[in-house]
């Protein structure tokens, strides 16, 4: 796990938050390169200031951040980051997307994402509407996301293993600490076919203010949030808030007009949610969605997905960095943070292996098939 070891500790920085990490990860593509990276070079980001610089410069790793590693190995788990073809693709579009998650199971780099969260302390109507609904989804080739509490987030999970589908835990707190503790089996049932995953450490407990803050990643792992059962004051509106905020599809079950229990979902109907009778409703509202996600990530794995010669991982970095438009060379310079000698020898070798073509005044693009 020696290139897991510099995004932990870029993380570990005092300072850098998830905000920060993005922005570095966005311009230097990589915590190395961040390190690597001269106090000028860090000082042209913007919201960089010389006390972040120097915690950048002046850093180690933690023991701590060893221990941890360790552990994640002894107990099967892994650790995705943002640069890996299974991190969530949907989540790398939220402004403050984790920098890597740990994972029980296996992600899958799907976009076919459904949140589907409520309430607690679920009524009989809202565990077998939940059920029957995830079941629907799953069997219709949807993975779907929820947080493992008790009630319907319980209930969306079982539903989709009753569909034969895969479905995403999203914990609040560490993968050693379970919670709630009676899901413990269902924790295992779900990485099977699924997976279960957290963007905290590995003991961290369920602290309450942890709550709020992994409901961004079930809003924003999916294309669309659907609420079932929320009272006015439900934690679930938050998600369905953040869902809203980063621009996905909100839907919401409605219950009875009796029932204080769906006062809240009926809030976001009236507000605007799209009403579910029935699964044909989120998928119906979904299709072109899921046609333009693919169709975007398509686009940006056709290089990757060419038939390619072996490439070294530096090779690859900068195969990665060019397009079917000539860039110079000063920009890639400044696009991957690189020496320009040695980015000179990588493209040397690209042109050898012939994936890449240098035209006059020093200007590199992608060699695309009909170049001959």
């Known amino acids: 796990m020696e290139n897991i070891l510099p995004w932990f500790a870029l993380k570990s920085v005092p300072g850098i938050g998830r905000y920060h990490f993005k922005r570095l990860i966005d311009h230097f593509k990589s915590p190395a390169h961040v390190f690597e990276a001269s106090r000028e070079e860090l000082l042209d980001l913007d919201g960089m200031s010389e006390r972040l610089v120097s915690a950048i410069k002046q850093h180690r790793i933690p023991e701590q951040v060893k221990k941890e590693l360790d552990l994640v190995t002894q107990k099967g788990y892994r650790i995705v980051t943002m640069a890996d073809n299974d991190y969530p693709p949907l989540l790398l579009q939220i402004p403050d997307p984790p920098p890597f998650l740990y994972v029980y199971g296996n992600l899958d780099g799907s976009i076919k994402n459904v949140a589907v969260v409520g309430s607690r302390n679920a009524t009989t109507y809202g565990i077998s509407t939940t059920k ?16 493992m509490a ?9 539903g989709a293993l009753m569909g034969k589908g895969k479905t995403i835990a999203v914990l609040g707190s560490g993968l050693e600490r379970v919670y709630p503790s009676e899901n413990i089996k269902l924790f295992h049932k779900i990485a099977v076919s699924g997976a279960v995953i957290s963007e905290f450490s590995l003991m961290t407990e369920p602290e309450a203010h942890n709550f709020p803050v992994r409901n961004r990643i079930i ?25 809203a905020e980063q621009n996905r599809e909100v839907f919401a079950v409605p219950g009875s007009i009796h029932s204080f229990k769906s006062t809240g979902t009926h809030t976001l109907i009236k507000q605007g949610a799209k009403l579910v009778e029935q699964t044909q409703d989120i998928i119906e509202e979904l299709a072109p969605l899921i046609q333009e996600q693919a169709a975007t990530k398509n686009t940006k794995q056709n290089k990757t997905k060419a038939k390619l010669p072996p490439l070294s991982s530096e090779e690859l970095t900068v195969y990665k960095a060019l397009g079917p438009y000539s860039v110079h060379i000063d920009e890639l310079v400044r696009k991957i943070s690189i020496e320009p000698g040695k980015l000179s020898s990588i493209l040397l070798k690209l042109e050898l292996k012939g994936v890449a073509v240098q035209t006059p005044g020093k200007l590199f693009s992608i060699k695309t098939k009909s170049m001959k």
């Open 219 to 243: 809003s924003g792992i999916s294309l669309g949030t659907v609420i079932v059962e929320a009272t006015k004051k439900s934690g679930s509106l938050i998600t369905a808030r953040l869902a």
């Open 132 to 147: 029957q609904l995830c079941a629907n989804l799953a069997s219709n080739g949807i993975t779907v996301v929820s947080g």
């Open 150 to 158: 008790i009630g319907i987030d319980a209930a969306a999970h079982e």
